[in-house]
């Protein structure tokens, strides 16, 4: 899978949109990006997927840089519970699947 | 609907007793997936299922750990002789189809090893 680099934090104040960025530049033709957040203890939940379109739903917005290294995951009006860590993961979409890395992911503190 | 439910929730263990942890997946989900997740950094991939049979356990940190999934539904993830270095979170995940990589978390079980 294609290594992805994110920041270690990020602030944002509450009803701003969060950007959070995520690098993966050796990603390949098959793979798509991929948002989960966790937010304190619980499971990592899943946000939104891309391959190579920009995406949008309930939760979130996907933006992919035309050369597909890196991406950007908006949250348009963040909110105290939007505090989370978020991770990127890059990955293809086939039978053999199954192997995720999920790396140390961006925390996100929104501040009222 | 149900979402994956993991049991126990908490789990103390002595040093070298066995121990096993639950996962019920989604219902009708046929992938399955074991991490396990240290304080304060992502989860690490153990291992995962398509139905019965486990595609990859090239995460398992060494023979002491060991997982099934005998009827494609609920697994066990068994940790033999544990060590104080196995105390972590342990996560399950699920998705409805293999190589579709939107996996639902169940809520953990938090292993200590005294």
């Known amino acids: 899978d294609a290594k992805t680099t994110q920041p270690t934090s990020m602030d944002c104040a509450e009803g701003r949109a969060a950007n959070l960025p995520c690098n993966h530049s050796?990603?390949?033709?098959?793979?798509?990006v991929y948002w989960y957040r966790q937010i304190h203890s619980q499971g990592p939940q899943y946000i939104i997927h891309?391959?190579?379109n920009n995406e949008t739903n309930e939760m979130a917005s996907l933006i992919i840089t035309e050369d597909r290294k890196s991406s950007t995951l908006i949250l348009p009006h963040a909110t105290l519970r939007d505090t989370a860590v978020y991770y990127c993961?890059?990955?293809?979409?086939?039978?053999?699947?199954?192997?995720?890395?999920f790396g140390d992911g961006t925390t996100l503190t929104v501040k009222p | 609907g149900a979402g994956v439910s993991q049991s126990p929730r908490y789990k103390v263990t002595k040093r070298g007793q066995d121990v096993a942890l639950r996962c019920d997946p989604i219902?009708?989900?046929?992938?399955l997936y074991w991490y396990r997740q240290a304080l304060g950094q992502g989860p690490e991939f153990l291992t995962y299922?398509?139905?019965?049979?486990?595609?990859?356990k090239s995460g398992l940190p060494n023979d002491r750990f060991s997982a099934e999934r005998p009827e494609g539904s609920i697994s066990t993830l068994t940790i033999q002789r544990t060590e104080q270095r196995d105390s972590a979170m342990y996560r399950c995940?699920?998705?409805?189809?293999?190589?579709?990589?939107?996996?639902?978390f169940g809520p953990g079980t938090r292993l200590t090893v005294t």
């Open positions: 995940a699920s998705s409805l189809v293999f190589g579709i990589h939107e996996q639902y």
């Open positions: 050796t990603i390949s033709g098959n793979e798509y």
């Open positions: 891309g391959l190579k």
């Open positions: 993961i890059v990955r293809v979409r086939d039978t053999n699947a199954g192997k995720s890395t």
């Open positions: 219902s009708g989900h046929v992938s």
């Open positions: 299922f398509n139905y019965e049979a486990q595609q990859d």
